[in-house]
Each structure stands twice: as structure tokens, then as C-alpha cells.
């Protein structure tokens, strides 16, 4: 970092790099540029690290991702010493983690925590970033890394009457620090995606009574969450060069799992059924490896679908609440799968009330009550699971400028247009880590921000290395890449359901698949051959000698 005064006399903090979030990927990425040597600083608008993991702390939060492959890989020494205490992390252990990696890695010194970003334009003439921060305060920087995250800016519905609610209302993703009792309370839940789906039981143990107001009944897997033994850990470690390489390079999701060689169609009904009723035994998101046509073939996904939906009729007791549990409206998988616990035996519980809001939709919201169908539901508070403006909202909440005064929110009116999902033409040394374009929230999160973070430290160095001032996306590059990701998302059955993958979950947002659906292993080798062409389908600009950076 150096520093000169501006005009009022104030100094202008300057740094190679500025980073946008200290999530998991922010806070690998400002590890991974101190490396390089670069001088980097990152802001974070909460008041600690973990980002999605320090926001979302509702009842029941856990990663659907098992835990040992949701953790970073980059330190051997780190995933040798860590103990997750369950195959699915539970929230508090996954922020406890980030802490932990923010210590082990000295990284706060160069986070500063209660800031956001407000905007950043880009100064043509010295290929430099202004960003400006909540205060006030302007920094420079040569290059921006938005590690904003794809879930990480909570949508709060827009229902008549919401702020006039008595009661206290709570968006799961943006939870109170401190615990929430809703013991004796008659307690409303709006949604039924992950999130809802995951608090559901847990509330439905402390509430007096539970409403369950469920727009789009959901797929949902039980996780058969366990404790894990010292055994199944070493077991994992001990095998952690195949079960990374494998998640790296040869996954679709980024998760170490069988690669299924048959599709649905190929087996007879008992042999599809009893490998159904394994997956749906073991749990978690990989039952949709079970085959490898699900995602694409709407007869061999109904055979999933139907299973599932058989599964919901037999745990759930009253015929006509099982019924209005089936999804029905949509290929299994096509929204985010959800993993579960005891998500449709909570009602069998005589506390818990399933309301269907497709068929009767939320007239208003009373002082007391949620009004649907002319009758009203009485609560004493409100829990709204209503999700995320997914992938692009948090980018869109910076006013980002770049060459000719043009807004990124312009030029992405009509939907994100990215070349890799890394960047977008027109906004020079400007990254996004994860961006729509890339397969980011289609995979383990973690596998796909370790393979940006490398990438773009390795594209900043090359930029530094030959003394040059700038690289952006070609806007040539940049269609084919959009036309590609369209072409592919079309081959499958992703985009027939109302999903926040397409935008469909906020109102007047462009109807676009977002993230890349051809794989993770395949993925990074188009970027490992872009880099080693020499960033082809990017643009650079300056003059081709080693010097020193122009921000430090
Ligand atoms: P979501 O999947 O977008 O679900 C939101 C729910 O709220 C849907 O049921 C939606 O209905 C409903 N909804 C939205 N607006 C509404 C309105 N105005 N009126 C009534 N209902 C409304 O959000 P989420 O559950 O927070 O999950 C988002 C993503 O975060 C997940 O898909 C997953 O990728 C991630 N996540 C992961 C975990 C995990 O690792 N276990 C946990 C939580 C979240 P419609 O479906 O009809 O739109």
C-alpha cells in the first residue's frame, strides 16, 4: 500500500488490489495475492469474515455439501489439522472455520470489517480504480476483485401490509446475532427452498404452532446427517490427493462421487428403484448421480421424480398435506435440490400447518396474521425464507463504472453478459470470482472459488510481469462464451422451472440461465488453455516491459 494526499489533503490509500467481501473467497484471494507479493486490501460490509456463513444463521443452517470436501484445499497443513465434527457442518463450525482460517492466515490485518463498498470507476487514462467506500473515503486500486458471493443479497418479498406486521419479522439471510427463541410462539414461515426446508423441523420443535406458507412445493433428499468418528476423517485425509483431483478436475460438481456410466432408462424398474432407494439411503445431493441423463432427459428424470414423490407420500401421514408436498411443477433437480432432516415428518406434527399459497395466494399481511384465501393465520412472528436476488444482486448493489461511464447494471440490463464468468468487456481489471458464466453455484462452492482465486492471481501476475496496464474481456469472446452458456443450460431441462438460476424469483429480472452448466473438470480446462494461450479472447493494453505497479 502507499499513500498521497488528494486535494483536501486527506491521504489516498493506493493498493495493486482491492478486494470486495471476505467470504471464503475473499479471504483466499487476499492469501493467495499477499503471496504474489501484491499489496491487496478487502472490505467487508459485516463485522466479520465468513460471508454467506456469517449472515445465514437461522435455526438448522448447515452446508448441503458434505464437510471435509466443503473446506479449502490451497494448505495441506490446514486440512490436516481441522475436525469437522460432522458430515454436514453445521453454521456455527463452518464460521468457526473461517475464523480459524483468518487467524492461521494472519488475514484481518488487511480486512477492514463494517465497510462497503459503495462504487468504483475506472480512470482510463491511468488504468486504475477508483472505489469509493461507505464514509466517504476514496481508495486506487489497479485491479478489483468482487468476491461478493451468489447468495449473498437476502430479497425481501413484496407482500401488501408486511411493514405494518407487530410482530418481529426475520429474513434467513440476514439472521440476528443472537439467539432467537420461539418457544410458545405461533411462528410463520414463508418459503420452502433450502433455507425454509432447513428450519422447518427445528422451529417446529419450539413454536406453539407452526404455519408453513409454501409457494412451490420442493425436492428434497434427507442428508443422514451423523457425527463423524476420528476413524472417518483419517479415512478421508488419508485419501485427500484422489478425492481433490477428483473434485477438481474430473467432477461436473465439483464433489467426489461416483460418475454414473447409465442413464434411468438403462436399468429395468426394480434394478432403477432399489438404486434410487440406496442414494435416497445414503442422502445428500448426490442421489442425482444416481444417473447420467437425469438433468437431461424429462422421461428418465421422472422416474427420480416420481420415486421422490413417493417417499413424501409415505412419511407424510394426511394424504392431502403429502399431496400438496409433491412437487409437481417442475424437473427434480432443476431447482436446487434440498437436503433435509425430518423436513416432511415435521408435518405429522399436530403443531405444524401446511398452507398452500400457489392455489390461494398471500392477499396481505395484518397486523397479526397472514391473510390468504379471506381467512387469516394468525402469528406472532414472521420467518421469510424467501431467498436471494441470486448472482447478480450483490455485484448490482456497487455502482460500478467503467470504460465511457458505462454502468455494469447498464450494460447487464438485460443479463449478465461475462466472458468465463470472470469478466465482463468494457471493465477492465475488473474480476469477479464466481460470476454468472461460471459454474459457481451449480458446484461446491469452494472447489470453484479456489479455481478463480488461482486464476485470477495467475492473470493479475501476467499482467504485472510484463509491465502491462490493463486486461479485459474482448466483447468477440464474451458473446461466444454467453452464446455457449445458453446453448449448453438449453441441452438440459434446468430452464424449465421457475428458478433463481434463471432469475425467476425476483420480479422484472431477465429470464437468463446464470451459471455454467458444462462441469467444473471441463470448465477449468477452457480457462487453464485461455491463460495458456496467453489470455486468449482478453484484451491488454500498455506497453510490454517489467516495471512496477502502476497503483503501488
Ligand atoms: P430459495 O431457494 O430462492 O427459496 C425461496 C422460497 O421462498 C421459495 O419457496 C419461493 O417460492 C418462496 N418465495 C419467494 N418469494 C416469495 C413470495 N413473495 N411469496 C411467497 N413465497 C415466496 O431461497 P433459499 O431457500 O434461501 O435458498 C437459496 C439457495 O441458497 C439454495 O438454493 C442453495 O443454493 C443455498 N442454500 C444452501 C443451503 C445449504 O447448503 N444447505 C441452505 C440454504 C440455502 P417459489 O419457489 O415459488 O419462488
Known amino acids: 500500500m502507499s499513500a498521497q494526499s488528494s486535494p483536501s489533503g486527506k491521504p489516498i490509500e493506493r493498493y495493486d488490489v482491492v478486494v470486495v467481501g471476505a467470504g471464503f473467497a475473499g479471504m483466499y484471494m487476499l492469501h493467495k495475492l499477499r503471496g504474489q507479493g501484491f499489496s491487496a486490501r478487502v472490505y467487508e460490509q459485516g463485522d466479520g469474515v465468513g460471508g454467506t456463513w456469517y449472515w445465514n444463521r437461522y435455526p438448522g443452517a448447515r452446508c448441503d455439501v458434505e464437510s471435509m470436501q466443503y473446506s479449502y484445499s490451497f494448505s495441506d497443513e490446514l486440512q490436516r489439522e481441522w475436525d469437522w465434527s460432522e458430515r454436514y457442518a453445521p453454521q456455527p463450525e463452518i464460521l468457526k472455520y473461517a475464523n480459524h482460517v483468518a487467524d492461521r492466515f494472519d488475514l484481518r490485518r488487511d480486512i477492514q470489517f463494517d465497510t462497503s463498498v459503495v462504487s468504483a470507476a475506472f480512470d482510463e487514462r491511468a488504468s486504475t480504480w477508483s472505489v469509493t467506500l461507505s464514509g466517504g473515503a476514496t481508495v486506487i486500486a489497479k485491479f478489483v476483485v468482487l468476491a461478493t458471493g451468489c447468495l449473498s443479497n437476502a430479497r425481501m418479498p413484496e407482500i401488501k401490509g408486511l411493514d405494518g406486521f407487530k410482530g418481529k419479522v426475520y429474513h434467513t439471510g440476514h439472521w440476528p446475532h443472537e439467539t432467537v427463541d420461539f418457544t410458545g410462539q405461533r411462528v410463520g414461515v414463508i418459503g420452502t427452498g433450502s433455507s425454509g426446508i432447513q428450519l422447518v423441523p427445528v422451529i417446529a420443535e419450539q413454536a406453539s404452532h407452526l404455519t408453513v406458507f ?189 470504460r465511457n461511464g458505462q454502468t455494469l447494471n447498464q450494460k447487464w440490463a438485460e443479463g449478465p453478459r461475462t466472458y468465463l464468468g470472470l469478466m465482463s468487456a468494457g471493465f477492465p481489471n475488473l474480476f469477479v470470482i464466481t460470476g454468472p458464466g461460471s459454474p459457481s453455484v451449480l458446484s461446491n462452492m469452494i472447489v470453484s472459488i479456489e479455481q478463480h482465486v488461482d486464476w485470477i492471481a495467475d492473470c493479475v501476475a501476467y499482467v504485472r510481469d510484463r509491465g502491462l496496464h490493463a486486461i479485459e474481456a474482448s466483447t468477440d469472446a464474451e458473446d461466444k462464451w454467453v452464446a455457449h452458456v445458453n446453448e449448453v443450460a438449453a441441452t438440459t431441462l434446468y430452464p424449465q422451472a421457475n428458478s433463481w438460476y434463471m432469475g425467476a424469483n425476483v420480479p422484472g429480472k431477465p429470464r437468463i440461465f446464470m451459471p455454467y452448466i458444462g462441469g467444473v473438470g471441463p470448465y477449468r480446462q477452457i480457462c487453464n488453455d485461455v491463460a495458456t494461450k496467453g489470455y486468449e479472447g482478453f484484451v491488454m493494453t500498455g506497453k510490454e516491459q517489467p516495471r512496477k505497479m502502476a497503483a503501488s
Open 214 to 402: 409454501q409457494r412451490t412445493a420442493n425436492f428434497a433428499i434427507p442428508a443422514r446427517n451423523a457425527a463423524l468418528t476420528e476413524q472417518e476423517r483419517q479415512s478421508v485425509r488419508s485419501r485427500y490427493p484422489e478425492i481433490r483431483h477428483f473434485a477438481r478436475v474430473e467432477s461436473r460438481n465439483g464433489i467426489y462421487t461416483e460418475m454414473p456410466d447409465r442413464g434411468a432408462l438403462d436399468d429395468g424398474d426394480s434394478d432403477r428403484r432399489a438404486k434410487y432407494e440406496a442414494r435416497w439411503n445414503h442422502g445428500g445431493l448426490t442421489f442425482m448421480s444416481v444417473y447420467n441423463n437425469l438433468a437431461l432427459d424429462q422421461t428418465a428424470n421422472d422416474t427420480a421424480a416420481d420415486f421422490v414423490r413417493e417417499k413424501i407420500a409415505e412419511i407424510v401421514e394426511n394424504p392431502e398435506t403429502a399431496k400438496q408436498l409433491q412437487p409437481n411443477n417442475h424437473p427434480i433437480g432443476s431447482k436446487r435440490i434440498c437436503v433435509d432432516t425430518e423436513y416432511f415428518a415435521a408435518f405429522n406434527r399436530p403443531n405444524v400447518t401446511l398452507v398452500d399459497i400457489k392455489s390461494s395466494p398471500i392477499e396481505e399481511i395484518t397486523v397479526n396474521a397472514v391473510r390468504t384465501g379471506g381467512r387469516d393465520h394468525e402469528v406472532d412472528a414472521l420467518v421469510l425464507a424467501t431467498g436471494f436476488d441470486a448472482m447478480t444482486g450483490s455485484v448490482a448493489k456497487i455502482e460500478l463504472r467503467g
